[in-house]
């Protein structure tokens, strides 16, 4: 009797230790969580520690901590009619954990009710400014509308939000492939006018210089001229000078100079006259004897 008093004491004890294991949970400081009976919430947890429930009820637990969303890209057109290529982000925590759960019941549901909230809020209010609005000073102020009109909308989710940014706003591949080509168009067009000036400047500096250098040219030549005449005025005069003080010596110079000019080269073959004018000094002296 007394053994089965003990069994049935320990089954006690195992049962009670099992139930008091089973209603005993605990939420660190980065979580919060719903106790939820049957699938319906019974408690809200936000402070973490050691906490007690039913021992049928489950408990579900939520991310305390600011999260982030990576919305997908967006394709934008502005007030001016360009298109524009939108890669957002978010941040944002779970506030409201009950009403989070019962409006959307998890993170995945709630990330994509974000997104769409984003993309539409990011059409509204890009949409309504020029395109060059979201690459100027006006962004931030674009950008604080946006989120505060997520904010707005994502508390029915029990979301709050903390920021919105614009990672990435670029023009279309086609646009930009169109623009790229007729920015080229443009540089190549510049090119050749910087080239035809180019041209047209060195054109004028090879006229000024070959115009100097013939100028030059001219005025060197007459300058050689001037004196090439000079020198040979002043050579006739001296040699007039000279003629007129020993014509007979001066005959004879000039006809030393001309037999050793024409008697010069080794081979030199004449056929001349013995009484030629040309041989009246060989074998006489400058008088004649």
């Known amino acids: 009797m007394s053994n089965v008093k003990t069994i049935v004491l320990l089954v006690v ?4 230790i099992v139930l008091g294991y089973a209603s005993i949970f605990t939420v660190n400081e980065r979580q919060q969580a719903l106790v939820l009976q049957f ?3 019974d408690q809200v947890i936000t402070q973490p520690g050691l906490h007690f429930k039913a021992p049928w009820q489950d408990v579900y637990y939520l991310d305390k901590r600011i999260l982030a969303l990576d919305a997908p890209s967006e394709e934008v057109i502005a007030s001016d009619q360009k298109r524009l290529v939108v890669d957002a982000f978010a941040r944002y925590r779970i506030h409201d954990p009950l009403k989070f759960y019962e ?4 993170d995945q549901v709630a990330r994509q009710r974000l997104e769409t909230l984003i993309n539409s809020n990011l059409r509204r209010v890009l949409g309504s400014v020029a395109f060059s609005a979201v690459l100027s000073g006006e962004r931030a102020a674009l950008m604080k509308q946006i989120r505060d009109s997520v904010n707005d909308e994502a508390k029915e989710f029990g979301l709050d939000v903390v920021d919105v940014r614009i990672k990435r706003a670029d023009l279309p591949a086609a646009n930009s492939e169109a623009i790229y080509k007729r ?5 190549d067009r510049e090119a050749k006018e910087f080239r ?3 041209a047209e400047i060195n054109q004028r500096i090879v006229s000024r210089a070959d115009r100097n250098r013939t100028v030059l040219l001219a005025e060197a030549q007459k300058r050689a001229d001037i004196l090439h005449g000079e020198g040979d005025a002043r050579a006739v005069q001296i040699f007039a000078e000279a003629f007129g003080k020993d014509p007979s010596f001066f005959e004879f110079y000039r006809s030393m100079e001309a037999y050793r000019k024409a008697l010069s080269s080794k081979d030199t073959t004449m056929v001349l006259s013995p009484d030629s004018p040309f041989f009246k000094y060989f074998g006489e002296g400058p008088t004649g004897k």
């Open 183 to 187: 920015m080229k168009s443009e540089r």
């Open 103 to 106: 409006s959307v019941g998890n």
């Open 13 to 16: 004890v195992g049962a009670l």
């Open 196 to 198: 035809a000036q180019g």
């Open 39 to 41: 699938g319906r919430p």
